[in-house]
């Protein structure tokens, strides 16, 4: 029972770690186009290294290179059956339907519905990170377990970031959009690490098309959403700088932190 409390509350802190990534919107008064645009590639940018380094690595390490493509195939058009799936914005103001005359701008909605893709591709992202402390754990390995609970935080820090800049630009308070995506990590890391535990033999075979298809979820998000949107209003390159930064801070944080 003492090994299940503390793969909950490791898996559980790191998890939380989410919520720390959006702080930044809580100090920032206005977001112009070109500054949006710029923490929208680096976002990007964090996000395409958090599937490469975080996910298919370790997928390819654990299982084989078939499972992890299956994987990401999966999940690339799971995202874009999802996409077209989200109901239309317009007829939901915070939570109720709303009369015609309540309508919000198409370009909310789009915003609204750009920020519920990426919300979920994260927290879809942080599902096989949890199985594999949970994994760790279960194998008899505490001190792997750990230390990749204190990688994951790390990581998920920048990853709480990139779901908290399009989150930011919807009418969410700021105070709920620290707190869902605290909840990104918080709620799925430590549920999976617990099954992950109590199933390690299983989920050890899972783990592989799991990771690919988190990954393919967050690559079809990226370039389906997150891409587009930081080019439309003339700064592709600063979008472009900051998406190649992004993905070296994720390949320096994978590449530090390998355990």
């Known amino acids: 029972m003492e090994a299940v409390s503390m793969v909950l509350l490791v898996s559980l802190l790191a998890g939380c770690a989410t919520g720390l990534g959006a702080l930044p919107i809580l100090v920032a008064m206005s977001i112009s186009h070109r500054v949006y645009d710029a923490a929208l590639g680096l976002a990007a940018g964090i996000m395409f290294g958090a599937a490469v380094f975080a996910l298919i690595v370790p997928g390819m390490e654990i299982g084989s290179l078939a499972e992890v493509l299956v994987g990401i195939l999966l999940g690339g058009l799971f995202l874009l059956v999802a996409n077209r799936a989200i109901p239309h914005f317009h007829l939901l103001i915070n939570g109720r339907k709303t009369g015609a ?6 370009e909310d909605a789009n915003t609204a519905r750009r ?19 949970g994994i760790a754990f279960g194998s ?20 709480g970031f990139a779901m908290a800049v399009p989150a930011s630009r919807t009418r969410l308070s700021d105070a709920k959009t620290v707190l869902y995506t605290t909840l990104s990590g918080g709620v799925p890391e430590p549920i999976a690490a617990v099954a992950g535990f109590a199933l390690v033999a299983v989920f050890t075979q899972l783990f592989p098309v799991a ?28 979008a472009t700088l900051l998406f190649i930064l992004g993905f070296a801070i994720m390949l320096f944080v994978d590449t530090v932190l390998a355990v």
């Open 101 to 106: 005359d309540a309508e919000i701008a198409p």
């Open 115 to 133: 920020a519920l893709l990426i919300g979920g591709s994260i927290t879809l992202h942080n599902v096989p990170e949890g199985l594999a402390i």
């Open 140 to 159: 008899g390995l505490d001190g792997v377990g750990l230390t990749l609970a204190l990688a994951i935080a790390i990581q998920n820090v920048p990853d």
């Open 211 to 238: 990771a690919g298809f988190a990954a393919g979820t967050m690559m079809a998000v990226i370039f389906r959403e997150m891409i587009p949107q930081s080019h439309g209003h003339g700064y592709a390159d600063e």
